[in-house]
């Protein structure tokens, strides 16, 4: 990535390199979740369904301008594209779905769902009382949220854990691009939003139509689709190139919890004491979970998270 920008010794690559990749990590948990956060403020002016394509149109065309992924479509061979095609899917139902739940629940606790599967991941591949004290962790700390919200918002929890199945499915499938031969983890992203955002399109484009009407209303959306999906999918790469896994790992835990920040700053969502509490199990099990390692895997923002 830094490559085709590397214009000599004070070139952009190298202004890159001397940030230090902490800094990136913390700008793309920032955005992670800002961006969602923003995209509740939108709801007043576009429907949800609306704001999530629109989230998606603005990283397809952002991404294609940067990576021409159809280049890289014509060289592939069938399994790959299969495998972009699910992912591409995966990632239209995804957005949408986050979006339908976040409209309904707090984003903190959309977020500590949302990380249960991928404990559940761990805990399967790699059977250790470490990864079996994460999960019960994780679902204590799930338990006291959906305890919180079901009776109240039964149809947010719903949108909250299919968005958690389809979250651990698109790090599964973004497991497969970030160790494919045939094509690269950014390329593979960008062809699957171009993807994702035709599969998305018959689900929200009668929604994002008044957007296009007003166009301060459609700078925002953009905005939000920026702020979403490209500033944190950039610098997560950025981030992951040079932070070593089991440092990304344990940085990774203090997602949920900067969901609840920001949910408290932007949207004003104050937690209850029992909704902190389940925030702060969600944040311990993540932490505590290990992956299986695999001598031959080199880890990828495409394998870790991208979702919402």
Same mark, same amino acid.
């Given at each position: 990535?830094? &490559? &085709?920008?590397?214009?000599?010794?004070?070139?952009?690559?190298?202004?890159?390199?001397?940030?230090?990749?902490?800094? %990136?990590?913390?700008? &793309?948990?920032?955005? $992670?979740?800002?961006?969602? +956060?923003?995209?509740?403020?939108?709801?007043? *002016?576009?429907?949800?369904?609306?704001?999530?394509?629109? /989230?998606?149109?603005?990283?397809?065309?952002?991404?294609?301008?940067?990576?021409?992924?159809?280049?890289?479509?014509?060289?592939?061979?069938?399994?790959?594209?299969?495998?972009?095609?699910?992912?591409?899917?995966?990632?239209?139902?995804?957005?949408?779905?986050?979006?339908?739940?976040?409209?309904?629940?707090?984003?903190?606790?959309?977020?500590? =769902?949302?990380?249960?599967?991928?404990?559940?991941? #761990? +805990?399967?591949?790699?059977?250790?009382? *470490?990864?079996?004290?994460?999960?019960?962790?994780?679902?204590?700390?799930?338990?006291?949220?959906?305890?919180?919200?079901?009776?109240?918002?039964?149809?947010?929890?719903?949108?909250?854990?299919?968005?958690?199945?389809?979250?651990?499915? %698109?790090? @599964?499938?973004? $497991? *497969?691009? +970030? *160790?494919?031969?045939?094509?690269?983890?950014?390329?593979?992203?960008?062809?699957?939003?171009?993807?994702?955002?035709? =599969?998305?399109?018959?689900?929200?484009? /009668?929604?994002?139509?008044?957007?296009?009407?007003?166009? @301060? !209303?459609?700078?925002?959306?953009?905005? @939000?689709?920026?702020?979403?999906?490209?500033?944190? %999918?950039?610098?997560?790469?950025? +981030?992951?190139?040079?932070?070593?896994?089991?440092?990304?790992?344990?940085?990774? &835990?203090?997602?949920?919890?900067?969901?609840?920040?920001?949910?408290?700053?932007?949207? !004003?969502?104050?937690?209850?004491?029992?909704?902190?509490?389940?925030?702060?199990?969600?944040? #311990?099990?993540?932490?505590?979970?290990?992956?299986?390692?695999?001598?031959?895997?080199?880890?990828?923002? !495409?394998?870790?998270?991208?979702?919402?």
């Amino acid at each position: 990535m830094t &490559s &085709s920008t590397d214009a000599g010794p004070g070139g952009p690559a190298r202004t890159v390199e001397r940030m230090p990749p902490h800094l %990136y990590f913390v700008v &793309s948990a920032v955005f $992670h979740y800002l961006g969602p +956060a923003l995209a509740v403020l939108l709801f007043a *002016r576009i429907e949800v369904l609306g704001v999530a394509w629109l /989230r998606i149109a603005t990283a397809a065309v952002l991404f294609a301008a940067w990576r021409r992924p159809w280049r890289v479509w014509q060289r592939l061979d069938r399994p790959t594209r299969r495998l972009l095609l699910g992912w591409g899917a995966v990632l239209a139902v995804m957005n949408s779905v986050f979006y339908l739940a976040i409209d309904r629940l707090p984003l903190g606790t959309v977020a500590a =769902i949302e990380f249960l599967p991928v404990i559940v991941l #761990a +805990a399967v591949a790699a059977r250790t009382r *470490r990864n079996i004290a994460a999960l019960i962790a994780a679902v204590g700390g799930v338990y006291l949220l959906t305890d919180v919200r079901l009776v109240a918002e039964p149809l947010g929890m719903a949108f909250a854990v299919a968005n958690a199945v389809l979250f651990a499915l %698109y790090i @599964v499938l973004g $497991h *497969r691009v +970030a *160790r494919s031969r045939h094509v690269s983890g950014i390329d593979g992203l960008a062809m699957s939003m171009l993807i994702a955002v035709v =599969i998305a399109l018959p689900i929200g484009i /009668r929604q994002a139509v008044p957007a296009f009407l007003d166009p @301060v !209303t459609l700078a925002a959306a953009a905005g @939000v689709g920026i702020c979403s999906s490209v500033i944190p %999918y950039v610098t997560d790469q950025l +981030a992951m190139a040079r932070l070593p896994r089991a440092t990304y790992a344990l940085m990774v &835990s203090l997602l949920p919890a900067t969901a609840t920040v920001i949910g408290i700053l932007v949207l !004003t969502q104050l937690p209850t004491v029992v909704e902190a509490f389940g925030v702060a199990l969600v944040v #311990a099990g993540v932490a505590l979970h290990q992956q299986r390692p695999a001598a031959s895997e080199q880890p990828k923002p !495409t394998s870790s998270r991208h979702g919402p």
